[in-house]
Nanobody
Framework: QLHLVESGGGLVQPGGSLRLSCTASGFGSDYYAIGWFRQAPGKEREGVSCISSRGAVTNYADSVKGRFTISRDNAKNTVYLQMISLKSEDTAVYYC??????????????????WGQGTQVIVSS
């Protein structure tokens, strides 16, 4: 299992941008796919995006395609989620998660075994 720590959340106006970071520690963090999830108040946690271990493959939920970009820097053990054109419905706690495989299953990691503690994103004027 990896230890994951998210950062970069905050309050932003509609149409604004934020970049979230997920820093991993633990052996072999660059061996595994990592994904972003979010949970809005009163709603279930949902997958947002996933990136393969080497960063060659990225996938997105339809709700964020064209607005969010996932990337990773394995030298820094960090996965990023660049979010632009933010909407009020993007308001949620954002979590990163790591799976046990190098590739994603759609836009979520396979066999998730590690979660971060979450970072709050609020999109409001």
């Amino acid at each position: 299992q990896l230890h994951l720590v998210e950062s970069g959340g905050g309050l932003v106006q509609p149409g604004g941008s934020l970049r979230l970071s997920c820093t991993a520690s633990g052996f072999g963090s660059d061996y595994y796919a990592i994904g972003w999830f979010r949970q809005a108040p009163g709603k279930e946690r949902e997958g947002v995006s996933c990136i393969s271990s080497r960063g060659a493959v990225t996938n997105y939920a339809d709700s964020v395609k064209g607005r969010f970009t996932i990337s990773r820097d394995n030298a820094k053990n960090t996965v990023y989620l660049q979010m632009i054109s933010l909407k009020s419905e993007d308001t949620a706690v954002y979590y990163c998660a790591a799976g046990g495989y190098a590739y994603c299953s759609g836009y979520v990691p396979r066999d998730i075994n590690s979660w971060g503690q979450g970072t709050q994103v609020i999109v409001s004027s």
